[in-house]
């Protein structure tokens, strides 16, 4: 008997595989890059106040909608868009934007600036339809694209320790290749006066900071706990971890500053 033919908006388990060799962009990177949208946040959005970083907003055509976000960031979905277009015909036609630049911290977050806040985000809906947020399922038509956002570059949140099925974010090296091209505003990242530090593309190399979630963040979680700790290992960087890191630096005589560079990771424990 021929079997049912299962819908793109049909959810099936998070695939492996994905998010090979891309990695989710760290906050010190957009923050030294790009500079702070603005000065205070919270679950909602509110506007850009950064002019540097407000005048490299663009709002375009990427081939099945309109798109608000960082010119090389909405430069590049119109080129992810145009080969879903010709792989995957159904999916594209059925794509809508549920929002790309969206200034405010991470869902359920008082540390984590969400990406969106940099318009190198964009979250996705199929046919209407928002895959549902953290039930570990993704519809059948986001992993069909998902390797089309990889190739360019771009981080799917399916792989987030809460997965976000319909979330695709501009990944670390693709932000830091955008910043050696000059496309992030000159020099200093578009930051400017706003900007936090210099802007060089190896400015915020190995470095963690309040902020960044992900697999390297729960890996510095279990080394942290390894030299006695009692965190909670969920991969998101928040004040309890940043309290630990500066409890371990200063019984290690390293500057207290909560903020894991080479030299902390270097005298840290191994992962267990």
């Known amino acids: ?3 049912t033919r299962m819908s793109i908006t049909d959810l099936v388990p998070v695939p492996s595989g994905i998010n090979v060799n891309v990695r989710s962009a760290k906050q010190q990177t957009m923050l030294t890059l790009l500079g702070q949208p603005r000065s205070s946040y919270s679950d909602q959005d509110q506007p850009i106040t950064n002019p540097s970083l407000k005048a490299l907003m663009v709002t375009e055509a990427v081939g099945p ?3 608000t976000g960082l010119k ?7 080129k992810v868009f145009s080969e879903i277009q010709t792989g995957k015909p159904e999916v ?4 809508k934007s549920a929002g790309m630049l969206c200034v405010r911290y991470v869902r359920n977050s008082t540390t984590s600036i969400s990406n969106h806040s940099w318009g190198t985000a964009i979250d996705l809906k199929i046919s209407g339809i928002l895959d549902p947020y953290g039930d570990g399922t993704v519809q059948r038509g986001l992993v069909e694209i998902a390797p089309y956002f990889n190739k360019y570059g771009w981080y799917w949140g399916a ?3 809460v997965e976000d099925g319909m979330h695709f974010e501009c990944g670390e090296d693709l932000i830091r290749s955008w910043a050696a ?6 020099s200093d990242g578009g930051g400017g006066s ?6 060089s593309p190896g400015a915020t190399d190995e470095v963690l900071s309040v902020g960044d979630r992900g697999p390297e963040v729960t890996a510095l979680q279990k080394r942290l706990n390894a030299s006695g700790a009692s965190l909670k290992t969920d991969g998101v ?5 940043r309290d630990a890191v500066m409890a371990f630096q200063t019984s290690k005589g390293l500057k207290a500053d909560g903020v894991v560079g080479p030299a902390t990771l270097v005298a840290l424990p191994p992962l267990p």
């Open 194 to 199: 706003g900007g936090n530090g210099g802007g």
């Open 72 to 78: 090389p960031a909405v430069e590049s979905l119109r």
């Open 65 to 67: 909608f309109r798109a």
């Open 237 to 241: 960087f928040g004040n309890g971890t």
């Open 92 to 95: 594209y036609a059925a794509l």
């Open 159 to 161: 792989s987030f320790r």
């Open 181 to 186: 091209q000059g496309l992030l505003g000159g």
């Open 1 to 3: 008997m021929e079997g």
